[in-house]
């Protein structure tokens, strides 16, 4: 199995520009994530989602937006790129049942904003 | 969630087993220990979680002592791969809350060295 797998791996945005961040599961979990880390810092969630069709803020969701069609697929959007935006973002996976279930990671996207 | 601390570096002996040490001294009675990893450029890495008892997979083995204020992890024959930063987390089991996120630290920076 794949796992979870994002695309693009890198990408170098202009300042007001948009992008959505691909992620995708073939492990058949309900629970889908959005976290970006920052340089040396830890991870901080964006939006998460229980299931097709439903999805919630997390800790800084300011300048996203997501979408939940599909089990399989969670994108992330960024409508106008900010610098503070700079970051690398990683989606994750789980089964339901909360802080018994661990989550699975993808490599992540790394993304400049200039 | 719990707040940890851990060292922030180690050093290992290739083959040699690697200790990691956590505290995690205001664990609430709910709360599961986690580890995960994250070596260079790629997602976090999920190891092994545990409630209570000492846990055991392919990867790693987790002792929680008896009052639950600390764990140590143990990589039985530690290779060059392992290299990574490790991330002790305490996470509440508050099930079907996907809200619930991984909070992420500052970690242990392992070194494992020829």
């Known amino acids: 199995n794949a796992g979870v797998t994002q695309t693009p791996k890198f990408r170098i945005l202009k300042i007001g520009q948009s992008m959505t961040l691909q992620c995708t599961q073939d492990?058949?979990?309900?629970?889908m994530y959005w976290y970006r880390q920052d340089p040396g810092m830890g991870l901080k969630l964006i939006y998460y989602?229980?299931?097709?069709?439903?999805?919630d803020k997390g800790e800084v969701p300011n300048g996203y937006n997501v979408s939940r069609s599909t089990t399989e697929d969670f994108p992330l959007r960024l409508e106008l790129a900010a610098p503070s935006q700079t970051s690398v973002y990683f989606c994750?996976?789980?089964?339901?049942?909360?802080?018994?279930?661990?989550?699975?990671f993808g490599d992540g996207t790394r993304l400049s904003i200039l | 969630d719990a707040k940890t601390t851990q060292p922030p570096s180690m050093d290992c002996a290739e083959g040699r087993a690697a200790n990691l040490p956590c505290n995690h001294s205001?664990?609430?009675?709910?709360?599961?220990v986690y580890w995960y990893r994250q070596i260079h450029s790629q997602g976090p890495q999920y190891i092994i979680h545990g409630l209570k008892n000492n846990e055991t997979n392919e990867m790693a083995s987790l002792i929680i002592t008896e009052d639950r204020k600390s764990s140590t992890l143990i990589l039985p024959h530690a290779t060059l791969r392992d290299t990574a930063v490790y991330y002790c987390?305490?996470?509440?089991?508050?099930?079907?809350?996907?809200?619930?996120?991984?909070?992420f630290g500052g970690g242990t920076r392992l070194m494992v060295k020829p």
């Open positions: 205001t664990i609430s009675g709910n709360e599961y």
């Open positions: 987390i305490v996470r509440a089991s508050s099930n079907n809350n996907a809200g619930n996120m991984l909070t």
């Open positions: 994750a996976s789980s089964y339901p049942g909360g802080g018994n279930q661990p989550q699975h």
């Open positions: 989602s229980v299931g097709a069709g439903i999805t």
């Open positions: 492990m058949n979990h309900n629970y």
